[in-house]
C-alpha cells in the first residue's frame, strides 16, 4: 500500500541509522530500528535501507539482532549481494556460547533463501546437528529441509540425510518430529520418510512425549506404515485409542484418520473408532471458535455419509444459536436434515420452522429447502409447515418454499393434492425469478386441478415483453403447452399469442428456438406433443424414499478425512441443501423427459403396485400399539394362518429406510432387530379393504424372518469376505479376529489387490441369484377376519417393496 | 505446514506479515482481503482457495488471522494454531486490539519467529518460549479509572471486599518488574456456556451446558496446584447415586497435563500450571439441568386497533435472589429499535434474581396482517451470571504445594455466559 511521504520516510530513516550519535546510544539504536520494522509491516518498501540494517546487525543486543534479522530476511532476495556481508556475523554467531544466539544466527541464515549462500551454511548446520543445546539442533535439523528447498537439484548429502535418521532417537521430541518433517521433504521423490518397523514403533512409544502438535504430524506420517501382523495391528490400535478421546481436535482427528487407514480393511474396527470420537467431535462442534466448530461440522456430515444413525440421539447439539454466523446455521440444518427419525422429527421440524423467518434470507431459504428434503420421508407433517410458510406473504419465503415444493412433489407425487391446494387462489406477484420460474412449473404440472392456473398464466403472457429471465419464459412455455393439453380452450388463445411474441420478437436464441420447437410439435399432431411433454413426467411414486443415499463405505471419504477438502467443499454446496435435488426447472422438456425415463425402474425391475387404482386398498390406521400386536399374534396363532417363503434376500437398507418404504405402501413397521443380527426379524401389520366388493376391513400381521441357515452363513462369508457393505462388516472383523494367521497373506496384498476386491464384488452379485433360495425370508402372516384375497394381495405389495429395496441397495 | 502468517485489521491494514516458507508472494495479503470482503453474507469464509494457495482464518479481536498453505493441511491443526496464536498474543500483550498488535509488533515477530519454524509449529507452551521471548509487552491500555467499569466482567462485584481485580486478568503474563512487582496470582475459572431452547408454550426443549475450568497464572514457577472439584461430582448417568443432589455432567476432558490419580477418589486435579492461559478441564451437560433456566419469559403479542404490533414482554429471573441486590436501584433499561435486523433491542443492566421486568412495545408495521404475528420472535437472550454455575460445579479448595515464597494470590470465579438463549414465542 502506497503511503504520502514514503521516499522522505526512508531517507529520514536512513539518515538516523547511520547517525553515529544514534548508534552509539544503545535505546535510540534499537528504536530507530523498531520504526524501520514498523514501516515495514506496514507495507511500505524500506529495501533501500539494506546496507544500514547489515551494519546494525553486529550487535551484542538481542532484541536489536532479532529485529535486524527480520528485516535481512524480508529483503534479502533483493539484496543478494550486501547478503554475504551478513553471512560473516552470522556464521560468527553460531559460535556463540549461547545457544539462543546459536539458534538464532542458524536458523536465520537459512531464511534468508539466497542459493548462493548455501556453501556457507552447510557446515555451521553440519556442526548444528551435533550441538549440545536441543534448540540448536531443532534449528539445524529443518535447516538441512531449507537447504533443500533452496536449491532442489543439488541432492542433500547421504551421510546428512543418515545422521537425520539417527537424530530421530534424539532426546528432545521437538528435534524427532522435526527430523520427520526434514526427511519428509528431503526425500519427497523418494516418497518420503521410510517408516520401517522399528521406526514406527519407536515413534509410537514416543508420542505422548510430543506435544499436541508434534503428536498430529507423527500420526500423519505413520498412516504410511503397515503393520506386519493381526497381532501388531490391534497393539497398535490399542496404543492409539486413548488419542481418539483428546479434547485436543487436532489430535483426535489425526488419530482417526490414522485409524481409518490401519483398518481399511476392517469396517467394524473404523465404526467403532467413529463411535468413539463422537463426543470429543460433538464438543468441537460447540466450542467457541467459530471456525473451530465449522471444521468440526463439516467432519461430522463426512462420517454421516457412512454412520447415518451416528448422531441421531444428539440432534440438539445442532441446533442453531441465535448469534451463530449464517455459515455455521446453515451447516447444521444440514447435519439436522440427515438426523431426522420418528422419535425426533416433531422437534427438528419445530426447531426448522423457527429459521424459516430467519433475518438472513439465506438462512430461511436453507431451513426451508430442509423441511423439504425430510418432507419425502414425513411427507404431511412437512407439507403442512411449508403450505402455513406461504401465509406469511414474504417475498424471499415463498419463492423458497415454492421451489422446495416443485423439488418435493418431483419425488413425492402423492403430496400433489396439498399442493394443488395451495396454489389454488394464488394472487401474490413474485419479483424472485427462481420463484417465479418454480410456480410456472407447478402450474404446467397440475394445471388441471388448479382452477385459477390459465388466469395467472394469462397474466405472465401479457407480461413477458417486461420479462427479464430466460430461464422463466423458457419455463412459461413450457407449463402453457403442458396447461394446453389439459385445458386446450381456456389456453388456445393465450398460448397462440405467447408462440408469436416468442418467435417474432424474442431476442434470446434458446427461449426463440424452444418456441419453434413446440410450434412444430405442435403441427404433428396432439398425441406427440402429450407424448414429449407428459411422456414419463411423473416420477415413479417408489423413489422417493428409495433414492435416499444408502450408506457409503467409509472408503470413499476416509482420504479426505481431516484436510481441507470438507471445508471448501462446504463453500461450493452452500445453500442448496442436497446437491442431488433434481432442479426440473433448469431442464428443457427433452432432457427431462430423457431424465424421467433414467429415473424409472428398468423393464426388468418389479414395479410397485399403485396402491390407489388397486383393487386391494391398505392403510396404517387404527393404529396398533406393540401391547395389542402381541396380544392379537398370539390370539390368531390358531386362527387364519399362513407362512409363505419368500424368494428374497434380506434387503441391504438401514431398517429406517425400510420402514419408510413400507409406509409408503401403507404397512405399518412395528419392530425390527438390528441389521446384522440372526435371525433377522420384523413385525409388521396392516389393515386391507376392497375398494370394489366392500368387504369388511381385515387387519393383517406379518412377521418376516431371516434365520439364516448354517451353510448359507459360510458360503456368505467366502463369498463376502472383502465386502465393504456395513452388513458384513462385524461379522468379518470378528471372522478376522479368529483367524488372523489365514488372512494375513491377503492383507500384504491388499495394494495390488483393489482390482480383485472389484471383480468379487461383482461375482457376489452375480452369485445373489443362486443363494436366493437359501437367503428367503420367511414371513408368518396372521389375519383377521380370514381373506385370502387380501392376504395374497397384501403379500404381493410385500414382495414388490422387498424386491425393489434389494436392487436398490445391493 | 505453513506458508505465511498475517494480522490484517478488519479495514484491511497490515499489521503483521510474516512468510516462512517463501512459496507465495506478498500479494496473497491483498488477495486475501479482496476475497473475504467479497463473500456474501452466507459463504463460510474460513477456508478460501486461490489458486494453488489455501488461505485459512479466524476472527478474534476484530482481527483477521490468517495462515497460507500449499500442502492439504489439516484443517484442525491450522485452526488450534491460529487460535493458540491469538491466545499467546493476549498472554503476551495483555488483550487482543488492533492497538495492541500494533504497538507489539516486534513481539509479536519475535513470538512467530519461536512458534514457527519453516511453517512448522515449534513450540506454543509458555514455559518454553519465555526463555527465548526477549522484547518486553508495551501495554497498549495503561490504567484509567475507564478500566474500573469493566469490573465484573468475570464475576468479581464491586460491593464485595475480596474483588479479583478485573485489570489483572487483561495485563501480560510477562510483565516488567517494576510495574506489578512480581505479584504472585493465580486465577481458577469456571465458565459455562447455556446453550437453551425454550418453545413457545414454556418447555424447556434444550438446554447444554458446556463449560471449562481456566486457569490463569501469572506466578513465574508454579510447582503443583491441586484443584479440588465438588465431592459429588460425577460423570455420565451411570454413576449417579442418591438423591440427585449429585453435580452431573455428560463427558469430561482434560487437558493432557492434568494429573488424575486423586480424581476417582477425592476429585481432585492435579495441574502444574504453566505461565498464561490453560485450559484444564472442559465439560458438557446435555439437556438434564439440575436448576431450572435462569430466565422465563411471558410474552404476550397482539394488534391493536390502530393496525400497530404490540409486544408486551414479561421476563423473569429465576434466580435466588440475593440480599445485596435490594440496595440497587431501579435498573435503567433501554431498548431500541433495530431495523438492519428487524430486531427490539432491550438491555438490562443488571437483573436481580427472583425479579421480573416487563416491558411495552408498539411498533408500527406496515401492511400487518394476522399471518404476521408468526413471524415474531423468537426472543434471544444474552447475559452473563456471575458467581452462578448451573451445572452446580464448584471448587472445593486450591492449594499450591509447596507453599508459595512471599505473598500469592488465588482467585476462583464463576461465571455463566449465554451462548444461545433462545425462546420461541
Not at chain 1, 137 to 159: E, F, N
Amino acid at each position: 500500500m502506497p503511503y504520502l511521504g514514503d521516499e522522505h520516510t526512508v531517507r529520514e530513516l536512513r539518515r538516523a541509522l547511520s547517525n553515529p550519535n544514534v548508534q552509539a546510544d544503545h535505546l535510540r539504536y534499537r528504536n530507530t530500528i523498531h520504526r524501520v520494522i514498523r514501516v515495514m509491516s506496514q507495507g511500505q518498501d524500506v529495501s533501500g535501507l539494506y546496507s544500514e540494517m547489515v551494519k546494525a546487525c553486529a550487535t551484542v543486543d538481542i532484541v536489536q539482532k532479532k529485529l535486524v534479522y527480520v528485516f535481512l530476511c524480508a529483503y534479502a532476495s533483493l539484496n543478494p549481494e550486501l547478503s554475504l556481508l551478513v553471512i560473516n556475523t552470522l556464521r560468527k554467531d553460531c559460535s556463540d556460547h549461547n545457544p539462543m544466539i546459536r539458534s538464532l544466527a542458524l536458523r536465520n541464515m537459512c531464511n534468508l533463501r539466497l542459493p548462493g549462500l548455501s556453501q556457507y551454511v552447510q557446515q555451521p548446520l553440519t556442526v548444528g546437528l551435533k550441538d549440545k543445546a536441543a534448540c540448536v539442533r531443532r534449528v539445524a535439523v529443518l535447516g538441512w529441509a531449507k537447504i533443500h528447498t533452496i536449491q532442489p537439484t543439488t541432492g542433500i548429502d547421504v551421510a546428512v540425510v543418515n545422521e537425520l535418521y539417527g537424530l530421530l532417537r534424539d532426546p528432545d521430541p521437538v528435534v524427532m518430529v522435526n527430523c520427520l518433517r526434514a526427511l519428509e521433504e528431503i526425500l519427497q521423490e523418494e516418497g518420503g520418510v521410510a517408516i520401517n518397523k522399528p521406526i514406527a514403533h519407536h515413534l509410537l512409544n514416543r508420542l505422548k512425549l510430543c506435544d499436541v502438535w508434534g503428536q498430529s504430524e507423527v500420526l500423519a506420517v505413520l498412516q504410511r506404515y503397515r503393520p506386519r501382523s493381526e497381532d501388531e495391528l490391534f497393539d497398535i490400535l490399542s496404543l492409539l485409542d486413548p488419542a481418539l478421546l483428546s479434547h485436543h481436535a487436532p489430535v483426535m482427528a489425526a488419530t482417526l484418520r490414522l485409524f481409518l487407514s490401519l483398518c481399511s480393511t476392517l469396517p467394524a474396527v473404523c465404526m467403532s473408532a467413529l463411535e468413539r470420537v463422537r463426543g470429543p467431535l460433538l464438543a468441537a462442534a460447540g466450542s467457541t471458535s467459530r471456525e473451530l466448530r465449522y471444521a468440526a461440522l463439516c467432519h461430522i456430515q463426512l462420517l454421516l455419509r457412512s454412520e447415518p444413525g451416528l448422531m441421531g440421539e444428539h440432534y440438539k447439539r445442532f441446533f442453531c444459536g441465535y448469534a451463530e454466523p449464517p455459515y455455521i446455521k446453515q451447516n447444521k440444518m444440514q447435519v439436522l436434515v440427515e438426523l431426522v427419525n420418528d422419535d425426533n422429527v416433531a422437534m427438528v421440524l419445530d426447531e426448522l420452522r423457527g429459521y424459516c423467518t430467519d433475518v438472513n434470507t439465506e438462512t430461511s431459504q436453507t431451513a426451508i429447502n430442509a423441511i423439504g428434503s425430510i418432507g419425502r420421508s414425513y411427507t404431511d407433517r412437512c407439507l403442512a409447515i411449508l403450505t402455513g410458510l406461504l401465509g406469511l406473504k414474504q417475498e424471499h419465503i415463498t419463492s423458497a418454499v415454492l421451489q422446495t415444493l416443485r423439488d418435493l412433489v418431483w419425488v413425492c407425487p402423492q403430496c400433489g393434492d396439498a399442493v394443488c391446494s395451495a396454489l389454488e387462489g394464488w394472487e401474490d406477484n413474485l419479483q424472485d425469478s427462481q420463484g417465479r420460474g418454480a410456480l410456472l412449473w407447478l402450474l404446467g404440472v397440475y394445471g388441471d386441478r388448479v382452477t385459477g392456473a390459465p388466469y395467472l398464466l394469462e397474466d405472465c403472457i401479457d407480461g413477458v415483453r417486461s420479462e427479464v429471465s430466460a430461464e422463466v419464459k423458457t419455463e412459461l412455455l413450457t407449463a402453457t403447452l403442458r396447461l394446453f393439453l389439459s385445458r386446450p380452450a381456456e389456453t388456445q388463445d393465450m398460448m397462440g399469442r405467447l408462440l408469436v411474441y416468442c418467435i417474432e420478437e424474442e431476442v434470446d436464441m434458446c427461449v426463440r428456438d424452444q418456441a419453434l420447437l413446440y410450434y412444430r410439435l405442435l403441427h404433428c399432431g396432439i398425441e406427440e406433443v402429450r407424448q414429449v411433454l407428459q411422456g414419463g413426467r411423473r416420477s415413479d411414486p417408489s423413489l422417493g424414499p428409495l433414492i435416499g443415499r444408502p450408506p457409503e463405505p467409509i472408503s470413499q471419504w476416509a482420504s479426505s478425512f481431516n484436510t481441507l477438502e470438507p471445508l471448501t467443499l462446504g463453500a461450493s454446496t452452500v445453500g442448496n441443501s442436497d446437491p442431488a435435488t433434481p432442479k426440473p426447472s433448469t431442464l428443457t422438456p427433452n432432457t427431462l423427459t430423457s431424465n424421467a425415463e433414467a429415473m424409472t425402474p428398468t423393464p426388468g425391475d418389479p414395479h410397485l403396485p399403485d396402491c390407489s387404482s388397486g383393487a386391494l386398498s391398505l392403510s396404517v390406521s387404527p393404529a396398533l400399539t406393540p401391547e395389542e400386536f402381541e396380544r392379537l399374534w398370539l390370539q390368531l396363532e390358531k386362527g387364519a394362518c399362513l407362512e409363505v417363503c419368500v424368494a428374497c434376500p434380506v434387503p441391504r437398507c438401514s431398517p429406517e429406510g425400510l420402514q419408510v418404504a413400507l409406509q409408503l405402501v401403507n404397512i405399518q413397521t412395528l419392530a425390527f432387530t438390528p441389521p446384522n443380527t440372526h435371525p433377522w426379524r420384523v413385525y409388521l401389520y396392516t389393515h386391507t379393504s376392497h375398494i370394489s366388493t366392500k368387504t369388511p376391513h381385515t387387519l393383517i400381521l406379518a412377521e418376516l424372518l431371516h434365520t439364516g441357515g448354517e451353510g448359507e452363513k459360510e458360503e456368505e462369508e467366502e463369498g463376502e469376505e472383502e465386502g465393504e457393505g456395513e452388513e458384513e462388516g462385524e461379522k468379518e472383523g470378528e471372522g478376522e479376529k479368529e483367524g488372523e494367521g489365514e488372512k494375513e497373506g491377503e492383507k500384504e496384498g491388499e495394494e495390488e489387490g483393489e482390482g480383485e476386491e472389484e471383480g468379487d464384488k461383482e461375482g457376489q452379485e452375480e452369485g445373489d441369484g443362486e443363494r436366493e433360495k437359501e437367503k428367503g425370508l420367511l414371513v408368518v402372516m396372521r389375519q383377521h377376519p380370514g381373506d385370502q384375497t387380501a392376504l395374497r394381495g397384501f403379500l404381493s405389495v410385500l414382495t414388490t417393496v422387498l424386491h425393489t429395496l434389494s436392487t436398490h441397495t445391493a | 505446514m505453513i506458508s505465511q502468517v498475517f494480522i490484517l485489521s478488519s479495514k484491511g491494514d497490515h499489521l503483521i506479515y510474516k512468510d516462512f516458507r517463501g512459496e507465495a508472494g506478498k500479494d496473497a495479503v491483498n488477495k486475501f482481503y479482496e476475497m473475504v470482503t467479497a463473500l456474501t453474507g452466507g459463504q463460510p469464509p474460513v477456508v478460501m482457495k486461490h489458486k494453488e494457495l489455501h488461505f485459512v482464518h479466524i476472527r478474534q479481536g476484530g482481527l483477521y488471522w490468517v495462515a497460507t498453505t500449499k500442502a492439504d493441511a489439516s484443517p484442525f491443526t491450522i485452526i488450534e494454531f491460529l487460535n493458540r496464536l491469538t491466545a499467546l498474543v493476549k498472554d503476551y500483550c495483555g488483550c487482543l486490539s488492533e492497538k495492541s498488535v500494533q504497538m507489539n509488533f516486534a513481539l509479536i515477530y519475535e513470538l512467530l519467529d519461536e512458534v514457527v519454524d519453516f511453517g512448522y509449529i515449534q513450540t506454543t507452551s509458555t514455559d518454553i518460549l519465555k526463555n527465548f521471548i526477549q522484547t518486553e509487552a508495551v501495554s497498549s491500555k495503561p490504567f484509567s479509572l475507564f478500566d474500573l467499569s469493566n469490573v465484573g466482567l468475570f464475576g468479581a462485584d464491586t460491593q464485595q471486599n475480596k474483588v479479583a481485580p478485573s485489570a489483572a486478568a487483561t495485563r501480560p503474563i510477562v510483565s516488567s518488574q517494576g510495574e506489578q512487582g512480581g505479584k504472585n496470582e493465580i486465577f481458577v475459572d469456571v465458565i459455562e456456556r447455556m446453550s437453551v431452547v425454550i418453545g413457545a408454550n414454556g418447555v424447556l426443549m434444550k438446554a447444554d451446558i458446556e463449560g471449562e475450568i481456566r486457569v490463569k497464572c501469572y506466578m513465574p514457577s508454579c510447582s503443583e496446584m491441586r484443584i479440588g472439584l465438588n465431592e459429588e461430582f460425577s460423570i455420565g448417568k451411570s454413576q449417579l447415586s442418591g438423591y440427585g443432589a449429585a453435580v452431573r455432567v455428560d463427558e469430561c476432558s482434560f487437558h493432557q497435563a492434568v494429573r488424575l490419580d486423586e480424581f476417582d477418589t477425592y476429585r481432585i486435579l492435579k495441574v502444574c500450571p504453566s505461565q498464561g492461559e490453560q485450559t484444564v478441564m472442559q465439560y458438557q451437560l446435555c439437556d438434564d439441568l439440575p436448576t431450572a433456566p435462569p430466565f422465563r419469559l411471558f410474552p404476550s403479542i397482539e394488534r391493536d386497533s390502530g393496525g400497530r404490533l404490540l409486544m408486551y414482554l414479561k421476563l423473569r429471573c429465576d434466580l435466588p435472589p440475593k440480599s445485596l441486590s435490594q440496595e440497587l436501584s431501579s435498573p435503567d433499561q433501554s431498548a431500541e429499535l433495530q431495523p438492519k435486523n428487524k430486531a427490539v433491542h432491550w438491555e438490562i443492566p443488571r437483573f436481580p434474581g427472583g425479579a421480573q421486568l416487563s416491558a411495552l412495545f408498539k411498533l408500527e408495521v406496515s401492511g400487518l396482517s394476522a399471518a404476521s404475528l408468526q413471524e415474531v420472535g423468537p426472543v434471544s437472550l444474552s447475559f452473563e451470571l456471575p458467581k452462578y454455575t448451573s451445572t452446580g460445579l464448584q471448587i472445593r479448595f486450591l492449594r499450591l504445594s509447596p507453599i508459595q515464597p512471599g505473598p500469592s494470590q488465588r482467585w476462583v470465579r464463576y461465571v455463566t455466559h449465554s451462548d444461545s438463549y433462545t425462546i420461541r414465542i
